[in-house]
């Protein structure tokens, strides 16, 4: 066996989760659930939404605010009951415009002037006057009070406005909005966008009880039938990322040493798709280090999409992946390499949907240790929905553990979850 080829089945038998790490792991998951529902601190942080889901019986007219990048979306929907709805009008902005001359993204800015902004663009849309129900779906750390009342904790994703930790973040939003003559539209209901993710799927088959979001992050929510606080029906966000019993690499402790929060959302860095192109390189790394490939050494200069351009090409010799390589990063990779940096691809991609299988198999452990009901997982992101191969690793690591009650949960895809999910939290509410 020459060397690239030990290498390699060094890093398969690195990354390899069988079948009873899958159920070590969602075991662990299970625990973790059991003990903070108990009321002890875990690595899950299981906040509350506050939330149900919907009978999908809901019907009306609500605003729905989708906050979670360096763009706001705001739609009006149309809930018509049995599971219909219509976007009626969908428009995007975003927070910054170096060609319009504005930036809303940075420490200058203070959270009044960004909602002022957002209530202008909200304006623009000449809604009426008639009362309207708004949901926002607020993808950042938030300490939540109620439905309707959450405490900015941090920023992140590029956006790092000074002065709002600690504010109500839909009390800044009525404020605004009421400053603008706009005081008939009434934000309702704050959630996030897994939980969003849910709440669309829900509408549409009240079978679904998790829902997920699998991209650039990643998450779990789920339906927990008697909730600590009320002891009634409410969905809890688990902040899934932060679980931090799943086994690593070597390359996994590397990637979170240099990480900007060491020690802290281990599961997500290990499964996510931000980090995924960010594992390959570590590895591919550790291989030039040895003479067997040649270097590449920017952090975070291969993303998941490199991953899946590799495992998606079926050319004789790799001829894609070759030229990837050596369009992107200048380098010359030899046919028996591009075969090993392919094998290398799909078992990094392949850990990732195994574990987040096991993550969700520790839901269902916990909500039905005997799988006697119907369960739906919902789940939207780029890597679940264009990762070649990964929603197929996802439903096969669910049957090896299920086997013949395998049936009883199904997965579907639920895309652009956040938008509707936050007009049906409103309506909900309503």
Known sequence: ??????????????????????????????AEIRRAIAGNRTSLAMLPSFLDRPAGTEQGRFLALDFGGTNVRLLLVELRGSGKFEILVQRNWPLRDGAAGYDYTTREIRGEQLFGFIADRIAELGLGRSGLKLGHTFSYGCRQYSVNRAELILWGKEINISGMEGQDINGLLAD???????GHIIPVALLNDTVATLLAAAYQDSCTDIASVCGTGHNICYREKFSPLTGRPMILNMESGGFDRAPATVYDRLLDEVSEQPGSQKLEKQVAGHYLGEIFRLVYQAGADRGLLPALEERYALRSEALGLMLADDSPAGQVTGRFFAETYGLTVQPEQIQALRRLAG???????????????????????????????????????????????????????????AGQTGIRLVKDGSGLGAAIAAATVS
Do not use: N, W
């Open 347 to 405: 078992l990094i991609v392949c850990r990732s949907a195994r574990l987040v299988a096991a993550a969700y198999l520790g839901v269902l452990r916990h909500l039905d240790p005997d799988l006697t009901q119907q369960h739906m997982i919902a789940i939207d992101g780029s890597l679940y929905e264009k990762m070649p191969g990964y929603a197929g690793l996802i439903r096969q690591t669910l049957e090896e553990q299920l086997e013949d009650r």
């Open 176 to 182: 605004a909005l009421a400053g603008r003559g706009l």
């Open 1 to 30: 066996m020459d060397q690239l080829s030990r290498f390699l089945q060094d890093a398969a038998a690195a990354f390899a989760i069988d079948r009873a790490g899958v159920g070590r792991m969602a075991d662990g998951i299970t």
